[in-house]
């Protein structure tokens, strides 16, 4: 088992900045993947960013040059910087671990909202 704790979340006014927080513990191996995904009311969950171990990243296109994906290796954390943040950011972001050890793993956050304001 791979337990995910999230924070950072919080309201804020559009075109302001938040940084996520997601710290993962347990049966961790590598190599493993580390990713935030968001999900608004009506809506489908979503992906936002991925980073894997060895430093490889994937952004969706509605982020791409306003948001910031890292992770700190002896931490096991994986932050999400969100810059100039529009109303249609807000959404409940999760973050999801997954690894393939023999089978595949997969394992995701309790989730944070977060709210941009107009």
């Known amino acids: 088992q791979v337990q995910l704790v999230e924070s950072g979340g919080g309201l804020v006014q559009a075109g302001g900045s938040l940084r996520l927080s997601c710290a993962a513990s347990?049966?961790?191996?590598?190599?493993?993947?580390m990713g935030w995904y968001r999900q608004a009311p009506g809506k489908q969950r979503e992906l936002v960013a991925t980073?894997?171990?060895?430093?490889?990243?994937n952004y969706a296109d509605s982020v791409k040059g306003r948001f910031i994906i890292s992770r700190d290796y002896v931490k096991n954390t994986v932050y999400l910087q969100m810059n100039s943040l529009k109303c249609e950011d807000t959404a409940v972001y999760y973050c999801?671990?997954?690894?393939?050890?023999?089978?595949?793993?997969?394992?995701w956050g309790q989730g944070t909202q977060v709210t941009v304001s107009s």
């Open positions: 999801k671990w997954s690894g393939f050890s023999s089978r595949q793993y997969m394992y």
């Open positions: 980073i894997t171990t060895l430093g490889s990243t």
């Open positions: 347990g049966d961790i191996f590598s190599p493993n993947t």
